[in-house]
């Protein structure tokens, strides 16, 4: 299910028939879903969610898994995936390490984050995906006009926010999971003056090995959410490993081109595995 076919959709799709598995493209704005027996996905063995849209992925995963369909992944997996602050939440809960935060819902809070954490830090909407609206604020004055266009131009969802410390400097890991294991991992640069290190935006990328620390936080992460198909953001810091994002529907592009590892055909194998 997706709302385009892209370049990760087009080598699963071949990957699949090459594994014996008949995959086809379901739109998601298409559906309509809500009715007790889902008439638009009557004969499917699975729904692999691939919507490019973190909050219609969760709420037609939600739907179809209460209809009685298998859905990959789960719907309380995407359902934490897609909001940073349940994201967070949850793993903190569990031991998972991951930045310091704050969540602003006004302006007051904006003004306790940035009393509490100092400048600069790192402002990001709580839903949402690669790298968009997410600003660098390296000075007051500059964070009280960002926030001027949040209160004034946002939605309701759209103005609660996360603030967290800038980790600039550090390392951005993406591992690509499979189930339960690393089938790729890859370090990420910005790339054109751009800071943020991010896959989305084209930054440049090399293959990274999987370390013991990596793996454990890996670990953790698959643990609380179930096994399933991720990909875990990772910031490297002087203090350790820190979990950034987990996406639940992740882009492989960037990672794939730096490992010999076949990540659709790995992906499609899964599908299969959890059809038996």
């Known amino acids: ?66 209809s009685g369909v298998r859905v990959l992944n789960s719907a309380s997996a995407i359902n934490a995936c897609e909001n940073k602050l349940v994201l967070r939440a949850v793993l903190r809960e569990v031991g998972v390490p991951v930045p310091d935060f704050r969540l602003v819902l006004s302006r007051s809070d904006f003004e306790i984050a940035l009393r509490d954490l100092g400048v600069p830090v790192v402002i990001k909407p709580v839903y949402g995906g690669m790298g968009k609206r997410v600003t660098l604020i390296r000075d007051l004055d500059l964070a009280n006009s960002v926030y001027d266009h949040i209160e004034d131009l946002g939605h309701a969802f759209e103005q609660a926010c996360l603030v967290e410390p800038y980790l600039g400097g550090g390392r951005s890991i993406r591992c690509l999971v499979v189930g339960r294991r690393i089938v790729a991992a890859a370090e990420f640069e910005s790339a054109g003056g751009d800071w943020r290190s991010n896959a989305a935006l084209g930054n440049r990328s090399r293959s990274l090995a999987h370390s013991p620390e990596v793996h454990k936080i890996v670990d953790a992460v698959v643990d609380r959410l179930g096994a399933g198909i991720y990909g875990i953001d990772l910031f490297d810091t002087p203090s350790g490993y820190l979990v950034n994002e987990v996406n639940h529907a992740p882009a492989w592009r960037g ?12 992906v499609a194998g899964y599908v299969r595995e959890a059809l038996t």
């Not at 370049?7 to 879903?33: F, K, M, P, Q, T």
């Not at 004969?43 to 691939?50: D, H, K």
């Not at 990672?255 to 790995?266: C, G, K, M, P, Q």
């Open 255 to 266: 990672v794939a081109a730096t490992t010999e590892a076949d990540i659709s055909v790995a």
């Open 1 to 66: 299910m997706a709302d385009r076919i892209g370049w990760e959709e087009r080598r699963l799709i071949d990957s699949a028939r090459a594994l014996d598995l008949d995959i086809d493209w379901v739109n998601d704005e298409s559906l309509c879903l809500g009715a007790a027996e889902v008439a638009t996905l009557e004969g499917y063995a699975a729904l692999l969610i691939r919507s490019r849209s973190y909050t219609r992925g969760g709420l037609l995963a939600a739907l179809a898994e209460a």
